[in-house]
């Protein structure tokens, strides 16, 4: 049998110092390229063009659009969220909005998720909003994650399958069609299958000491 497919490959263009807004200082930056090649047997063999690219904070590991180099924070706007921020609410909300019924808890539970993972609180309003904008777009998860995993790195995809988690464990237990999702989340988003394993085993490791969305 052969096995071939396709897979981003990062390659680093430039590094330098920038402006970071989620560690609200001077920071050193890599700007990273993703390439999509087409694999044989796993290892890239031919590149097929650009997947994407974007700016990755080499403290916070953040990733941000590349406009974000000229970004001030003198300027004060707020509008560079990293990429997995971004990603990571939207991920929510659609599973969120996957058994079409949106209640109140399910909304608190996640507005506690984004801010428990995230650098910029939401509040409810602006969570509800959210929601109803995506509601007039909604999209399947997966098809939205493989449109944004060329602007992640490992730690960003790492975020949004421990989120993905939370949400999933939220009401007392993880059912094996939850896990399912999951896995599927970790795949679009090309993580490997032992990176995964060694994030659900540290998520479920602390599901047995706590339960992890107890007030903190
Ligand atoms: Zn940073």
């Known amino acids: 049998m052969i096995i071939f497919g396709t897979r ?3 390659s680093t263009i430039k590094e330098g110092q920038f402006d970071c807004p989620q560690c609200e200082g001077q920071k050193r930056y890599r700007h990273r390229k ?11 063999l031919i590149p097929l063009g650009s ?3 974007y700016v990755e904070c080499m403290t916070c590991k953040g990733t941000f659009v590349t406009k974000v180099l000229n970004y001030k924070r003198s300027t004060g706007n707020d509008q560079f969220l990293s990429e997995y921020e971004k990603a990571m609410k939207h991920t929510m909300v659609l599973m969120m909005l996957a058994d079409g019924i949106i209640d109140d808890n399910e909304m608190l539970m996640v507005q506690k998720i984004v801010n428990k993972f995230g650098h910029n609180d939401v509040t409810l309003p602006e969570l509800k909003d959210y929601v109803d904008e995506v509601q007039r777009n909604p999209e399947d998860v997966s098809t939205y994650l493989k449109k944004v995993t060329p602007g992640l790195n490992e730690h960003g995809k790492e975020v949004i399958v421990k989120c993905a988690y939370a949400v999933a464990a939220s009401d007392g237990h993880v059912d094996p069609t939850e896990i399912a999702l999951i896995h599927k989340i970790a795949e679009v988003m090309e993580m490997s299958s032992s990176h995964l394993k060694g994030i659900l085993a ?5 599901d047995k000491k ?3 969305f107890s007030d903190n």
């Open 202 to 206: 540290d998520m479920t490791e602390k």
């Open 51 to 53: 997947a994407g690219e």
């Open 8 to 10: 981003g490959v990062k």
């Open 210 to 212: 706590k339960n992890t």
């Open 34 to 44: 993703v390439t999509k090649f087409f694999t044989l047997y796993f290892i890239p």
